[in-house]
């Protein structure tokens, strides 16, 4: 077939259909084009579905398709009973992505920077933190919820005496005003919410309860499993991790504690095992280890719940999801437009502390 032949064009859009591009991504790209070059205008209607559908031989579906990621991308917009227009012309070709998350952690910004490092130079994104207060989250997403392309958000939120709590009906309201093809749910599985949109979760519970029960023969080495889990903090933790860590104890008739905090001159005592949320504990336990001349790993033993690269380092033991690769896959449903259900890896990562 001649390139003549191979080319199908109406009002500034263009097919090639030798062409290993998608077609729905060659109208967008060719409209998105017209309008960034000045030759379409805010206002100016653009080609029916039916029209382009027609004039390049393409099935409706197609049309459809690259029209609804251009909406999507408030780019053009519908009008019922009249068509579509162009609906902004101010726009890079770069995604616009509003990233929101609950807190600026270590681990919280390795998903970050997993997730701008594979978009690559695709997207421009905007990086938000609430930190986990529901009114901040509230005054965010509903200043920012027609300015962005896409949404990620991290929901974890901290009720008045400082427990971790769910979404309130208000945060609810104000997440559904997302469109739900441009909105991607880091962390946390909210079944209220439409299923539709992409999220990578963790399921708190199972997640320990799975991992501990990896790392049993080591464990079981142990006279007694100490949680440390902080009943009151700025930036609390799930409960389900205290429901999973219980679970596993009662199945393995494991003698257990959960303390709020390491405090100083802890009563330590050989064969003891230390799960640990918060750095600032884990700094405290390992001081006092070693102050007192225990061996790590074999008179105390620790693990700790999130994996950093000073953990790494350290030869701390650590149950953790993978962070790099929550934001990863994140970036890549962006890249794909495509959006997916899935929980992600949670581990045993086995070093010298146990």
Same mark, same amino acid.
């Given at each position: 077939?001649? !390139? #003549?032949? =191979?080319?199908?064009?109406? *009002?500034h +859009?263009?097919?090639? &259909? ?17 309008i ?6 805010k206002?100016e209607k653009?080609?029916?579905i ?14 459809? !398709? #690259?029209? =609804?990621?251009?909406?999507? *991308?408030? +780019?053009?917009?519908? &009008? ?24 600026l ?5 390795r ?9 690559g ?24 919820v ?18 971790h ?18 909105l ?20 708190f ?22 949680l ?32 709020d ?11 003891d095992?230390?799960?640990t ?17 225990y061996?790590?790993?074999e008179?105390i033993?620790?693990?700790?719940y999130n ?10 033991t650590?149950i ?6 929550m ?20 581990n ?7």
């Open positions: 077939m001649s !390139k #003549a032949m =191979s080319q199908y064009s109406i *009002q +859009i263009t097919v090639d &259909v030798d062409s290993r591009i998608p077609k729905y991504r060659q109208i967008v790209d060719s409209l998105r084009d017209a960034g070059k000045g030759f379409l205008q206002g653009i080609p029916s039916n029209e382009v559908s027609e004039e390049c031989l393409l099935s409706r579906d197609t049309v459809e !398709k #690259a029209y =609804s990621i251009l909406r999507q *991308q408030n +780019i053009i917009e519908s &009008v019922k009973g009249k068509g579509y227009y162009v609906a902004r012309t101010d726009f890079s070709s770069k995604i616009k992505v509003l990233f929101l998350i609950n807190k952690s270590t681990y919280k910004m998903i970050f920077n997993s997730f701008v490092a594979t978009l130079s695709k997207a421009d994104v905007d990086l938000h933190i609430y930190h986990c207060e529901p009114s901040v989250f509230v005054a965010i997403l509903s200043d920012k027609t300015a962005y392309d896409q949404y990620v958000i991290m929901p974890h939120f901290k009720d008045e005496s400082l427990q709590m769910g979404c309130t009906d208000e945060i609810l309201e104000v997440i559904r005003k997302i469109p739900e093809e441009k991607i749910i880091l962390d946390r599985n909210i079944l209220s919410l439409s299923m539709k949109a992409g999220r990578i979760y963790q399921d519970s199972e997640d320990i309860y799975n991992a501990l029960t990896v790392g049993l023969d080591k464990i079981k080495n142990y006279r007694k499993v100490i440390v889990y902080p009943n009151k903090s700025v930036y609390p933790y799930p409960k389900g991790i205290i429901t999973g860590f219980k679970k596993f104890c009662a199945e393995h008739i494991l003698d257990y504690e959960i303390l905090e390491i405090y100083d001159s802890m009563e330590l005592r050989t064969r095992l230390f799960i949320i918060e750095e600032s504990d884990l700094v405290n336990l390992v001081k006092q280890v070693r102050d007192r001349h061996k790590l790993g008179d033993g620790i693990i700790s994996e950093t690269p000073l953990k790494e380092l350290l030869g701390i650590v953790s999801t993978d962070f790099v690769k934001g990863s896959e994140a970036a890549a449903m962006l890249l794909k437009d495509e959006k997916v259900i899935k929980k992600n890896d949670f045993f990562i086995d070093r010298k502390s146990i």
